[in-house]
């Protein structure tokens, strides 16, 4: 469950974007996973977060999540887990 | 949409699972930029005390302790009923951090205009 940060190219759009980091959640799911994420997207304001949860919750909770806290969820891919996700700019 | 959201609880020892669900989804709560409340009440007000929730771990969960630590370093409020803990005399003294005795006025405050909550 480390953050990796880094810039490189991943799917999300079909076309490439730079990653500033890479978290596998793995099973860390409602509260437990949105109080990490929250505090791992506040270091980055405006990176894009490529996100891994295994939780079968997060397909409902992420993209309400992200459309309450105005972050901006770029794709999601139900197959590999995966969620890209850019950081606000304003965490005021 | 409410900024507010109110979690009350009013379990500790005498259902762990209930004291850890109620402080996953406020956890939840406050992560999505809500200003939250857990309302402690009943024997929920013994987890107003420093070290009571150390031993509660619920399998498949974070240890409740944590759960508290992460929800008030998260801008989380926890208010306790006045009269439950005089009734079982705690000590006010040895409060975890973000919490604060009230009597009934402030939550009626915060829920005042309008404040969804759940109940445990």
Not at chain 2, 93 to 104: D, E, K, S
């Amino acid at each position: 469950m480390e953050t990796s940060p880094r810039s490189t190219h991943s799917p999300a759009y079909g076309v490439a974007v730079n990653i500033d980091a890479d978290w596998d959640a793995g099973d860390l799911g409602c509260g437990h996973l949105l109080i990490e994420l929250r505090k791992r997207l506040k270091a980055m304001p405006g990176g894009v977060m490529q996100l891994t949860s295994r939780d079968p919750g997060s397909p409902y909770d992420l993209p309400v999540w992200c459309r309450l806290t105005q972050n901006e969820l770029l794709k999601h891919d139900p197959e590999n887990q995966r969620y890209w996700i850019r950081s606000k700019i304003n965490w005021d | 949409m409410s900024s507010k959201f109110v979690v009350s609880l009013t379990s500790a020892k005498n259902d762990t699972d209930k004291a850890t669900v109620a402080f996953v989804v406020a956890n939840a709560a406050v992560a999505s930029e809500k200003k939250t409340v857990v309302f402690l009440s009943i024997e929920g007000t013994r987890l107003s005390q420093k070290g009571y929730a150390d031993d509660i771990h619920e399998e498949g969960f974070a240890p409740l302790k944590d759960l508290m630590k992460n929800f008030v370093e998260a801008g989380g409020q926890i208010f306790v009923c006045s009269p439950c803990f005089k009734k079982r005399s705690l000590d006010e003294n040895n409060l975890v951090p973000g919490a604060i005795i009230v009597g009934g006025a402030k939550l009626v405050e915060f829920m005042g205009d309008g404040a969804p909550s759940v109940s445990y």
